[in-house]
């Protein structure tokens, strides 16, 4: 099969090459997948040197993915035909190839409304937002716990929100789920986008290249947010502590906020965390809900066929992707 590579744990670039099918343990709760869409992550040619893979394996791309079930344990809910999607686990090599492995507890039945591109852009940045919102940011349930929207409503009602880099991949999933739990969210982006993330719920929207969060933060007491949701860390993070009221919460998925605390922040019992989310089924399955509801909507940057991958990373990397790039394998089958 064809499968894009990155060589060696250190290399910046990668390759297109054939390597062997998968073979799936059904004794593991494997499924084999032929995969029709995947989407990279932003970062993710640093994981292998930075965060390496338990065991080694072949170092391939793209944690997203939708596909058809080709074969699978007999017990599964999830059989040969099935249409699906998922964000697969790190310990296996990604899905930026032909075929690939999942397993139950990652995959969820695709949206019978969406094509194969739009269910590939849904499910890290859907479920990373999902985590912050539900499991993270104000403890509302455990990580594996049962989704109670009622409950995790009543404990966001009338919060304050703010989200950096509102426009991204997981941004946008933020400024929806927050809004539909009754948050109020306030959200920063480049100019170009500001209506966009309005139309996604946002209630205000500042320019990050022009507004000073210390200063807005200032102007007036209740601009002050209970949470912040930094997608983007460094200067964007450091600056955002400043919005947070005492007793408030600043969480970030790039970065452990501690890191960037501005020198004079002297607020008080400000709970700061950091953490990387973790694909499951009970969620995905969940947001495949309010897809299908039209209560939320993926964002597809832009579609790619496997052969231009360097164009494809050498946009992730810029950092202006307008939601998730996908590569678009339906076409090869």
């Known amino acids: 099969m064809n499968s894009i590579i990155q060589p060696t744990a250190s290399s910046k670039t990668l390759t297109l090459t054939t390597t062997p099918l998968p073979t799936p343990d059904h004794t593991q709760g494997e499924h084999l997948i032929q995969i029709k869409a995947c989407s990279p992550c932003a970062g993710e040619l640093l994981w292998p040197k930075n965060f390496p893979p338990p065991t080694e394996r072949t170092l391939i791309p793209c944690p997203d993915m939708a596909g058809v079930v080709i074969a699978a344990p007999p017990d599964s809910p999830f059989q040969p035909g099935d249409e699906v999607y998922a964000r697969t686990n790190y310990i296996r090599p990604g899905n930026a190839c032909e075929y690939s492995i999942a397993v139950a507890d990652e995959l969820a039945h695709k949206p019978k409304s969406l094509s194969w591109v739009q269910a590939a852009a849904i499910p890290v940045s859907a479920q990373t937002a999902w985590q912050v919102l539900f499991v993270h940011a104000l403890g509302t349930q455990g990580s594996q716990g049962e989704v109670d929207l009622e409950a995790t409503r009543a404990v966001w009602a009338g919060k304050r929100v703010l989200v950096t880099a509102a426009s991204g991949s ?9 809004t539909l739990l009754g948050a109020e969210v306030v959200a920063t982006c480049g100019s170009r986008n500001v209506e966009l993330v309005k139309s996604l719920g946002a209630k205000e929207v500042l320019d990050y290249r022009v507004a000073d969060l210390k200063e807005w933060a200032t102007q007036l007491p209740s601009n002050k947010v209970d949470v912040v949701v930094d997608c983007v ?8 502590w400043w919005t947070v009221k005492d007793g408030g919460v600043v969480l970030s998925i790039y970065q452990p906020p501690l890191q960037v605390r501005p020198d ?6 400000v709970k700061d965390l950091f953490f ?7 969620q995905l399955e969940e947001i495949s809900k309010l897809v299908e509801k039209g209560l939320c909507r993926g964002l597809v940057d832009s579609v ?12 992730l990397d810029g950092g202006h992707a307008k939601g998730k790039i996908i590569f678009d394998l339906s076409l090869n089958h």
Do not use: N, S
């Open 170 to 178: 997981v941004g946008i999933w933020l400024v929806q789920l927050a």
């Open 233 to 240: 860390g460094g200067k964007a993070l450091g600056d955002a």
């Open 264 to 269: 004079g922040f002297e607020g008080e019992d």
């Open 276 to 282: 990387i989310m973790e694909p499951i089924r009970r």
């Open 304 to 315: 790619w066929p496997l052969e231009q991958y360097e164009e494809v990373f050498k946009r």
